[in-house]
């Protein structure tokens, strides 16, 4: 083990401050943490004895690229309203859901595709091409990563800018799919309310009565963004192919994840269970800070751009 970890305490917790966040992208992050010398110094020794580092990154990643999350207090989706995401069978089973989810999807994907990576996405990118990061996990769905550039990715959730056929598999670019939506719905127009975390946005029943949702132009078949909607589980390939990148890995990174979901926490009690290192970084509590040797409450574009390499 190339590891001594004696010298750290086992939780840093660096001071609270008003964001320096844009206007428009402020609402959706929590009250951020200023990283001191000594917190910084910490989360440095980390990083630098780490020379297969695996990281895990969630919803605060993106939240300062102007995309909500569902968890954060104050500002995430569960406080802000009484929206709940779509469930993986009510969409399966049901043709008005899948109606109701397609036309909110429809209004909001121009402005949630258009989402740029921000300074911790190409950050982990950096850190990747220099060697250091061996492999990332990201429970985000909306491509930030891979539009960082990112290479040593697992979307471990999949992705809103892909679309599977329930019936035979094909996937499509949700991009390609705007003009068929716009095909089947001539002169049809809602105004957006509040926007969502996964690409969609708020609106009332009555507006989406008579949408008209595209099949599958190979079969005719049930179309599904390439996600892993809430009460579904995931791919149990997917799930060991990361853990065999995290056997390789020698130290563990949590990004902006609370880790409530079960699905990236798995990855974390398999770290401890192999007594990896592991540091978190993140704005307010996580699930997994009983297992953690550094924890920093601050923002990741703040904290992760000052480590050196």
Known sequence: MLFSWRSLPPCVVVGRRASTLQAS???????????????????????????????????????????????????????????????????????????????????????????????????????????????LVTQNVDALHSKAGQQRLTELHGSTHRVVCLDCGQLTPRAELQKPFSALNPGWAASAGAVAPDGDVFLEEEQVLNFRIPACDACG?????????????????????VHNKLAESDAVLVAGSSLQVFSGYRFLLAASERKLPIAIVNIGPTRADHLTDIRVSARCGEVLPAIQL
């Open 25 to 135: 992208v402020q609402r959706f992050v929590p009250a951020s943490g200023s990283i001191d010398s000594s917190a910084l110094e910490q989360l440095q020794a980390f990083v630098s004895q780490s020379s297969r580092l695996f990281v895990i990154s969630g919803a605060g990643l993106s939240t300062e690229s102007g995309i909500p999350d569902y968890r954060s207090e104050g500002v995430g989706l569960y406080a802000r309203t009484n929206r709940r995401p779509m469930q993986h069978s009510e969409f399966v089973r049901s043709a008005k859901s899948r109606q109701r989810y397609w036309a909110r999807n429809y209004v909001g994907w121009p402005q949630f595709s258009s989402h740029q990576p921000n300074s911790a996405h190409f950050t982990l990118r950096d850190w990747e091409e220099k060697g250091k990061l061996h492999w």
């Open 221 to 241: 078949g049930v179309l599904k963004p390439e996600v892993t909607f809430f009460g579904d589980v995931v791919n149990r390939t997917t799930v060991n192919f």
